[in-house]
């Protein structure tokens, strides 16, 4: 009886702290998401991407990348989300992620523009992002 407490206590300790230690660092949650494809963009929480909408083409000048996503403000599907959370969100995390932000809703990285636009039609905002060769 006392070996097995012994055993428990000496294999099953390290691993609850491991365990204890990752919860308590940066780790991603299982929500955190980004757009299919495209490991560099963030998606809000509460949007949904369209996945029928997704277009990725690599070539050798750069690559192409259009995508939407979706929220049904209001409904039991999500969160309100409103255009200045909407803008505020992207210019958190993009910076960290190396993009530069020249404008409203307009970012540029390394011979890249990325554009996203947001419209509200009554409880749903759209929101598309392309991300393309090129600068400002």
């Known amino acids: 009886m006392i070996s097995k407490k012994i055993f428990a206590a000496v294999f099953l300790a390290p691993w609850l702290l491991l365990t204890a230690a990752i919860a308590g660092t940066g780790v991603k949650a299982a929500d955190d998401a980004f757009l299919a ?13 369209i996945s ?17 996503a979706v929220s049904e403000n209001g409904s039991t599907n999500g969160p309100v989300i409103g255009l ?4 505020r969100f992207y210019d958190e995390p993009l910076p960290q992620l190396g ?4 404008r409203q809703g307009y970012f540029v990285r390394d011979g890249e523009g990325l554009r ?7 409880s749903i905002l759209t929101v598309r992002f392309a991300i393309a060769p090129g600068t400002e």
């Open 52 to 68: 029928e909408a997704t277009m990725i083409f690599d070539k050798t000048h750069g690559r192409l990348v259009q995508a939407v």
């Open 37 to 49: 494809g495209v490991a560099d963009l963030p998606l809000m929480p509460g949007l949904r991407e």
């Open 116 to 122: 996203i636009s947001a419209k509200k039609n009554g």
């Open 99 to 102: 993009w530069r932000r020249v």
């Open 84 to 87: 200045e959370s909407l803008w």
